[in-house]
């Protein structure tokens, strides 16, 4: 099971931390991704972590956010800097049937997102 938290509404430029906690299975056996989805569109891949921390992201948030991954409480965050109004949208964490990231969305298991807004 995958339980986001940490969504809010922010102003442009703004920051918010995502947290993912997984339970029923050990991190550090898969890779996670972070991907969101806008109103009206498809879910985007946006960033994603191996089981050995070497990370991944698309060209829209490179730069400026940040997946990381604490395995000792079993947690992947996702560090947002400088948002902007386009990234609204609401955030899942997902799990990677292997140890690396899935940039094509075959994941074996989604939580159920938190929103992001920003204004």
């Known amino acids: 099971q995958l339980v986001e938290s940490g969504g809010a509404s922010v102003e442009a430029e703004g920051s918010l931390t995502l947290s993912c906690v997984a339970s029923?299975?050990?991190?550090?056996?898969?890779?996670m991704n972070w991907v969101r989805q806008r109103l009206g569109n498809e879910s985007e891949w946006i960033a994603g972590?191996?089981?050995?921390?070497?990370?991944a992201y698309s060209d829209s948030v490179k730069g400026r956010f940040t997946i990381s991954r604490d395995n000792a409480k079993n947690v992947v965050y996702l560090q947002l800097d400088s948002l902007k109004p386009e990234d609204t949208a609401i955030y899942y964490c997902?799990?990677?049937?292997?140890?690396?990231?899935?940039?094509?969305?075959?994941?074996?298991?989604r939580g159920q997102g938190t929103q992001v807004t920003v204004s």
């Open positions: 972590i191996s089981d050995g921390a070497m990370t």
């Open positions: 997902a799990k990677s049937p292997s140890r690396l990231w899935n940039r094509v969305g075959r994941f074996t298991d």
């Open positions: 029923g299975f050990r991190l550090t056996a898969y890779g």
